[in-house]
């Protein structure tokens, strides 16, 4: 009835296969209890209880990558602060913004959002 190692890919976190969901589910309404179902299954604690609460709320599987520095409202804040002030450069919109943020991000989200800032270091040159 339990699982084998052999017929799940281990991951943190990350989806987990809807047959492999199904079995604890129903592993767990007969049990209902987390540390049981974890055993039977040979599928860590942690992972069945996501995959119960998540189940219970009608939630989608977690989501791989890290968490965003920056809120959508933020980016938008600063994409409006880099269309005002085309030639400043990326620190001083660093600066400027409400959210204390390192620069590098604030070029990346910019990045991201399709809106380049190029800043000139010097005049064009004129040709003689």
């Known amino acids: 009835m339990g699982l084998t190692s052999e017929s799940f890919i281990k991951m943190r976190g990350i989806n987990t296969l809807p047959a492999i969901k199904s079995e604890i589910i129903k592993i767990y309404n007969k049990t209902k209890n987390f540390r049981e179902t974890a055993k039977l299954t040979a599928i860590p604690y942690s992972t069945v209880r996501r995959i119960i609460k998540k189940q219970s709320v009608h939630i989608l599987s977690k989501k791989t990558g890290g968490q965003r520095k920056l809120t959508k409202r933020a980016v938008r ?11 400043q450069e990326v620190r001083f919109l660093a600066e400027v913004s409400s959210i204390k943020v390192h620069y590098t991000t604030v070029a990346r989200s910019l990045k991201d959002a399709n809106l380049r800032i190029l800043k000139r270091n010097h005049r064009p040159r004129l040709m003689s």
Do not use: D, E, G, Y
């Open 77 to 87: 804040q600063m994409k409006m602060n880099a269309k005002k002030n085309l030639r």
